[in-house]
């Protein structure tokens, strides 16, 4: 089992910037793919970014130029450094491992989606 717990949302102005990270623990011997989802009121659920078990990096077309991701294998933590926020951009957004790093369009995770989830943290972007 792995548990994974972000922090850093929270509100922000249009063009504003803000951090997320993720901590890891539990099963973390082995190299997963992790990456960021969001959530927005009324919609589905979304890829933003991930990295795989091989540390190749990928992005939503929404966030690219804007978000970018990193990964601190010692530490057990994910990042996502935010940056241009835009209003819709407003989103739970959620951390993830486990998972294949398969998109289709804004879906990423293939049918079964990850095997774990963190709790998600809320981020609002106001114009």
């Known amino acids: 089992q792995v548990q994974l717990v972000e922090s850093g949302g929270g509100s922000v102005r249009a063009g504003g910037s803000l951090r997320l990270s993720c901590a890891a623990s539990?099963?973390?011997?082995?190299?997963?793919?992790m990456g960021w989802f969001r959530q927005a009121p009324g919609k589905g659920r979304e890829g933003v970014a991930a990295?795989?078990?091989?540390?190749?990096?990928s992005y939503a077309d929404s966030v690219k130029g804007r978000f970018s991701i990193s990964k601190d294998s010692a530490k057990n933590t994910l990042s996502l450094q935010m940056n241009s926020l835009k209003p819709e951009d407003t989103a739970m957004y959620y951390c993830?491992?486990?998972?294949?790093?398969?998109?289709?369009?804004?879906?990423?995770?293939?049918?079964?989606?990850?095997?774990?989830w963190g709790q998600g943290t809320q981020v609002t972007v106001s114009s």
């Open positions: 539990g099963k973390t011997n082995r190299t997963y793919s």
């Open positions: 993830a491992a486990d998972f294949p790093v398969i998109w289709a369009g804004p879906k990423l995770g293939g049918a079964g989606g990850p095997n774990y």
């Open positions: 990295i795989d078990d091989v540390g190749v990096i």
